[in-house]
């Protein structure tokens, strides 16, 4: 008698992982989007018509509450001059006024927050994230939700250093 296979979780979960990453990019507001490719989580698009390129990935999957799906993104804006600018969208509500920070590579950023968005503080900032990117197995920013409870949102970084430079080279040409 044959028994019929049944993926079990460890089986199953890069599969699950790789059908949320593409479901997250798909759902991107984005529309005129141009794909430059997929690299592990990570993934590059150019957007001509704003023009635009970023490369993005989601934070690994947890049981934790979320208000929204947390992601990272590195962009690259040609009009406004912006080359690699380092974005979180966090998977809570901050607290206003708490400290947010990134765990990367052995350091730890202080990132400027919004209501539910971190950034670097500016572009020397962006430099040494990006910098650390490349080197870095995974980065995880923390910060304190709106009812003052901790969380944080981490990142496998295989894939990152291909995705970003896929993106600076897709806006090379955009003007």
């Known amino acids: 008698m044959t028994r019929a296979y049944r993926p ?3 089986h199953a979960l890069p599969w699950i992982k ?3 990453f593409a479901a997250a990019v798909l759902a991107a507001p984005a529309l005129a ?3 430059l490719g997929s690299f592990n989580g990570w993934a590059a698009f150019r957007d001509p018509e704003t ?3 970023y490369a993005i990935a989601m934070a690994a999957p947890s049981t934790m509450q979320r208000d929204f799906q947390p992601y990272a993104d590195v962009a690259w804006w040609p009009k406004a ?3 690699g600018q380092v974005h979180f969208r966090l998977s809570r509500k901050l607290q206003p006024g708490a400290p947010v920070s990134l765990s990367l590579g052995g350091q730890k950023i202080a990132l400027v927050a919004g209501a539910s968005d971190a950034w670097a503080a500016d572009k020397r900032g962006d430099a040494a994230i990006m910098a650390a990117m490349r080197s870095a197995s995974e980065m995880t920013v923390n910060a304190r ?3 003052g409870r901790g969380f944080s949102n981490t990142y496998d970084l295989r894939g990152a250093a291909t995705a970003m430079d896929a993106a600076a080279v897709g806006c090379a ?3």
């Open 81 to 83: 001059g912006v080359r």
């Open 8 to 10: 079990t979780i460890p």
């Open 173 to 175: 040409q955009l003007r």
């Open 18 to 20: 790789g059908a949320l």
């Open 145 to 147: 939700d709106a009812n």
């Open 33 to 35: 989007r141009e794909s």
């Open 51 to 53: 023009p635009r390129c």
